[in-house]
């Protein structure tokens, strides 16, 4: 029995001699081989081994941010997701480099010089690229937290437009007069934005009306709410209302307030009002001011007619 055992742990001792010198020595050479340049802590050395830990490392990691991606795209629209594309391949990008830094390190290749001359490089394209991070990190925001959506009819330094198109580093809108606006990203973080159609579609407008002084204002409340009962665009629920504002310095001040569904035809609507409204106010001889000053001149003392003498010279005569 004894014998017999020394036997199998002979064979399994020459086997593991076996697999370690032969095969496992075989693949060791076979991954060593390559270039290799200079001795000691100079050397250099670019081996089959090194490539293929480049290219497997390649690989998880387009794997890994693929993994990545769609776990934090996973619960957006098919539109945003495309949006994200860019953003992870730019980062893939980025861990490819380190990655390359890391193997050649490990060739035996110094690369702090190249870290050191890469973060100069790094530091004035950040500065360089400053606002096109900001833009693009403003896109990521507004992806994420839905404060802006294509539809959305939106208000940015006076100007009133419908967005149309939403991507990562810019914003594209439709003005009034059909001119496309392109608004960077940023903008929506920075500055201050209204948006007219966030919460619903329906919004409160209003058009201001000043008449003379002594005018009937019950009349002209009532004028004014007729003015909107078949009034196209306007919404009857919630329903129309006037406001008597304030005593202007020539006039008594009323706003009309009602509401619509299409904010960025607004304009049209209130200038169709405006004409139904100095229609009636001409019919019932209702008047609307302008602005008017009194000027009072107070005389303390009479005028003086002063003459001038002439010294025996006529005009237009001189001395000889």
């Not at 081989?33 to 480049?54: D, F, N, P």
């Not at 004409?275 to 003392?301: G, L, M, W």
């Amino acid at each position: 029995m004894a014998q017999i055992l020394s036997m199998v742990q002979d064979k399994t001792e020459k086997l593991k001699e076996i697999i370690e010198d032969d095969i496992w020595g075989s693949i060791k050479e076979f991954l060593e081989l390559g270039i290799h340049y200079g001795t000691g802590e100079k050397a250099i050395s670019i081996t089959v081994g090194l490539i293929l830990l480049l290219t497997f490392a390649f690989i998880v990691t387009g794997f890994f941010m693929k993994w990545v991606r769609r776990f934090f795209t996973r619960n957006m629209e098919t539109e945003d997701k495309l949006k994200f594309v860019s953003i992870f391949q730019f980062i893939k990008y980025l861990v490819y480099i380190v990655v390359i830094l890391v193997t050649m390190s490990a060739a035996g290749i110094n690369i702090t010089i190249l870290i050191t001359a890469s973060a100069a490089l790094f530091v004035g394209l950040g500065l360089a690229l400053q606002e096109l991070f900001q833009d693009i990190i403003g896109g990521i925001f507004i992806i994420l937290d839905k404060s802006l959506r294509v539809g959305d009819i939106v208000e940015v330094d006076g100007k009133v437009g419908k967005v149309f198109e939403i991507k990562l580093r810019t914003t594209r809108a439709i003005t009034r007069d059909d001119k496309i606006i392109i608004i960077p990203n940023h903008k929506f973080i920075s500055d201050i934005v209204y948006n007219y159609t966030q919460n619903h579609k329906t919004t409160r407008e209003t058009v201001k009306i000043g008449v003379a002084y002594g005018t009937d204002i019950q009349l002209v409340t009532r004028i004014l709410e007729e003015v909107l009962q078949d009034q196209k665009g306007v919404l009857k629920s919630p329903k129309p209302f006037v406001l008597f504002d304030d005593f202007g310095d020539s006039a008594l001040l009323f706003s009309l307030n009602f509401f619509i569904n299409d904010s960025f035809t607004d304009p049209r609507i209130k200038s169709e009002i405006r004409y139904r409204i100095d229609a009636e106010f001409r019919k019932n001889s209702i008047a609307i001011p302008f602005p008017q000053r009194d000027v009072h001149i107070f005389q303390h003392t009479p005028f003086q007619q002063s003459t001038i003498k002439n010294s025996g010279k006529e005009w237009g005569k001189g001395e000889d």
